[in-house]
């Protein structure tokens, strides 16, 4: 036994990739089948595969190729069947789930960040924008996770180096932009009060994290699999709130990355959330097309349960109001 690994995996790998395999404390570091193939006498190799959880991510490749995910897409890649039970633990996952030792949760240092006050009458632009955006609800502005109105004093007491954009623009962002802090402290996203403006947001990135940082909001169920991705921060705001998609009894939590990059999300999940084979809810921008999610579904299905979309027919997005919700299951098979 290796990790969560039975001894049948590690001559499995061998069998496969080559006997050029190391075994750290954390990971197991071979050959990738994607990109590596032909490099036999390398004395590195890209593809680490974390011997605390059943998850694998290439270093080379990973981001622009299917090589990362969940480990049944490595076996079935190297033997043509998704043999879990026979090469891992699943008692030896769960005792690891419940200790809370997983290798990329080690590998996170969130730096611990202060925040300014959420000074109402201050910045009272940035408030009714704040409220407007949330539909005027009796949320409590400063209980938002990772809100910012005070830019320039965030950055200060904070201790974070500006970038030229930011050097340049800093008042500009301290009287027009609100906030957003990423839940593992790598990124700032700033969002312009100003509908009409064509500098509409910013991403202030000030830390590191293996995959695409996320906005996140916790739901009422952490222990759930179901999740709620959205394209925008106050779209998931908006079914967080009011619940348009009559998820929230049931969901573990809600994440934007304010981009459509769901397969980024998704393994970013699996990795900082420690959730295998979530189910995975989207609201979607009107404009995008549901081929795009099939793409998504059809490379993410060895790390999926399930994936429904829901578009909001009455408006653009889920910020629109009113909102009727059109639900469209899409196949992972």
Same mark, same amino acid.
């Given at each position: ?108 240092? +969130?730096?611990? $960040? *202060? &925040?300014? !006050? =959420? @000074?109402? %009458?201050?910045? /009272? ?5 704040? +409220?407007?955006? $949330? *539909? &005027?609800? !009796? =949320? @409590?502005? %400063?209980?938002? /996770? ?8 965030? $950055? ?178």
């Amino acid at each position: 036994m290796i990790g969560i690994y039975q001894d049948s995996f590690i001559e499995m790998l061998k069998a496969n990739l080559g006997e050029n395999i190391k075994i750290t404390n954390k990971n197991i570091i071979c050959r990738c089948p994607w990109c590596e193939m032909n490099d036999a006498d390398h004395d590195h190799f890209h593809l680490w595969i974390s011997l605390n959880a059943p998850i694998f991510n290439c270093f080379h490749c990973g981001e622009t190729s299917p090589a990362k995910g969940p480990i049944t897409k490595l076996i079935s890649k190297l033997t043509g069947q998704e043999t879990f039970e026979k090469y891992v633990d699943k008692s030896k996952i769960e005792e690891m789930k419940t200790a809370q030792i997983s290798v990329e949760r080690q590998a996170i240092h +969130k730096q611990e $960040l *202060k &925040y300014p !006050d =959420i @000074n109402e %009458s201050l910045f /009272p632009q940035k408030t009714e924008y704040l +409220k407007n955006r $949330l *539909k &005027y609800s !009796d =949320i @409590n502005l %400063s209980t938002l /996770p990772g809100i910012v109105f005070d830019v320039s004093m965030f $950055l200060h007491i904070n201790k974070l180096t500006m970038d030229s954009v930011l050097s340049a623009n800093l008042q500009h962002f301290q009287n027009n932009f609100v906030g957003f802090v990423t839940e593992n402290h790598t990124t700032l996203i700033l969002r312009n009060i100003d509908p009409k403006s064509e500098f509409r947001y910013y991403k202030f990135k000030f830390g590191e994290s293996r995959f695409l940082d996320y906005y996140k909001l916790k739901g009422i169920h952490p222990e759930s699999t179901h999740i709620v991705l959205g394209e925008g921060i106050f779209d998931i705001y908006s079914d967080y709130i009011f619940d348009l998609t009559g998820l929230k009894n049931k969901v573990a939590f809600y994440a934007s990355a304010n981009s459509n990059k769901y397969m980024s999300v998704i393994n970013s999940v699996l990795y900082h959330e420690q959730i295998f084979r979530p189910n995975v809810h989207i609201l979607s921008d009107k404009g995008i097309d549901l081929e795009f999610y099939k793409r998504v579904a059809y490379f993410s299905r060895y790390c999926l349960e399930s994936m429904t979309v829901y578009y909001n027919k009455l408006g653009k997005d889920f910020n629109d109001t009113p909102c009727e919700v059109e639900v469209i299951p899409i196949d992972i098979t």
